[in-house]
C-alpha cells in the first residue's frame, strides 16, 4: 500500500495518531520536501516518528516517481505532505501513477491552509479561486494572479492569496537560496499592479483602501493575523514564514467583527455597506 499521509501545519505532533501509526509500521517513508515547510525541521521529525525520513524534492516526485513506488505492492509506503496530501496536484499525478501501476494507495488527511485560513473569521464558504503570488524579476512581471483576484471580487468572493516558498530552480537540481515572500511584499506587488492598470485607463478590481488580511505561520503557537488595507499591509511586519494573504470580497457583519480583533486602533475603517447585512471595500 502506498500512503498519503497529512502533517497538518504547525510541528511534528500535529500527525494524527493514525497517521503516526501508520508511518511506525512503513518500510520506507518519504518527506515531500518542496510545496510546504513545517515550523521545525527533518531531524526533530525523525526523532518524534522515530523512523528515519528521505526527502522528496520536486525531481524526484515529478521525475523519478518510480523510485517511491518500488516496492510498494509487496510492502507499506509512506509519502508524508505538509498540510493535507491533496493540496498540490502533482500528489493526484502520483496517484494515478500508483494505480497504473496496480498499486492500492491510502489518504490520511489533515488541516491545510485552505481550511485553517478560517482561523481569520472569514467564512470559508465565501472564497473563490485560489491564487499563488510569484516573485517578480526584473524581465518576468506576470499579473495573471490579479485577474484571478478581480474575478472572485466581481462576484463578491474573497481570494486566498497563497506565496512563494524555496523550492528547485527550473530544470536545474540546483536549490535556490531561501526566499520566501511576505505578507507586505505581496501587497507591494498588488499596488503596483494597481497603478499599471490605473495608468491604462482599466476599471480596477479592487483599490489601495480594500481590506486584506495577512496571515503568518498558521497552526503554530506564534501564528500571527494582521487585517487591514492594501495600503497598510505593504507596511506590515508578521515576522518569519510561512505568510498567505487574503483579499476580501463582500462580508458579513460577523466576518466584520472578527476582522476587527486583528486590525489596528483605527479598525476598518474603509469598508462600507452596501445593504443591511453586507460591507465591502
Known amino acids: 500500500m502506498l500512503y498519503f499521509i497529512g502533517l497538518g501545519l504547525g510541528d511534528c505532533k500535529d500527525i494524527t495518531v493514525k497517521g503516526l501509526e501508520i508511518v511506525r509500521q512503513c518500510s520506507r517513508v518519504y518527506l515531500e520536501a518542496y510545496t510546504s515547510i513545517l515550523t521545525v525541521g527533518k531531524e526533530a521529525l525523525e526523532e518524534y516518528y522515530g523512523r528515519e525520513l528521505l526527502l522528496a524534492d520536486r525531481d524526484i516526485v515529478e521525475q523519478q516517481a518510480d523510485e517511491i513506488l518500488k516496492g510498494a505492492d509487496v510492502s507499506d509506503v509512506a509519502f508524508l505532505v505538509v498540510g493535507d496530501p491533496f493540496g498540490a496536484t502533482t500528489h493526484s499525478d502520483l496517484v494515478l501513477r500508483a494505480l497504473n ?66 523550492s528547485l530552480s527550473r530544470g536545474r537540481k540546483i536549490y535556490e537560496p531561501p526566499r520566501y515572500m511576505t505578507v507586505a511584499q505581496a501587497a507591494e506587488q498588488l499596488l503596483e499592479i494597481l497603478q499599471n492598470r490605473r495608468d491604462r485607463g482599466e476599471e480596477l478590481a479592487m483599490t489601495e483602501d480594500t481590506v486584506c488580511v495577512g496571515l503568518a505561520r498558521v497552526g503554530a503557537e506564534d501564528q500571527t493575523i494582521r487585517s487591514g488595507t492594501l495600503q497598510e499591509l505593504a507596511s506590515s511586519d508578521l515576522g518569519g514564514p510561512l505568510h498567505s494573504m487574503i483579499i476580501s470580497g463582500h462580508l458579513h457583519p460577523l466576518e466584520v467583527d472578527m476582522l476587527k480583533l486583528f486590525s489596528g486602533p483605527e479598525g476598518l475603517k474603509t469598508l462600507k455597506m452596501t445593504d443591511s447585512s453586507t460591507y465591502a471595500s
Request: contains cysteine.
Open 101 to 166: 501501476a496496480g498499486i492500492q494507495y491510502r489518504v490520511i488527511h489533515n488541516a491545510s491552509i485552505m481550511n485553517a485560513v478560517g482561523c481569520c473569521g472569514l467564512q470559508l464558504y465565501n472564497f473563490g479561486e485560489t491564487v499563488s503570488i510569484v516573485f517578480w524579476m526584473d524581465t518576468w512581471r506576470p499579473e495573471s494572479f490579479y485577474d484571478k483576484i478581480k474575478k472572485n471580487r466581481d462576484m463578491g468572493l474573497h481570494t486566498l492569496c497563497l506565496l512563494p516558498v524555496p
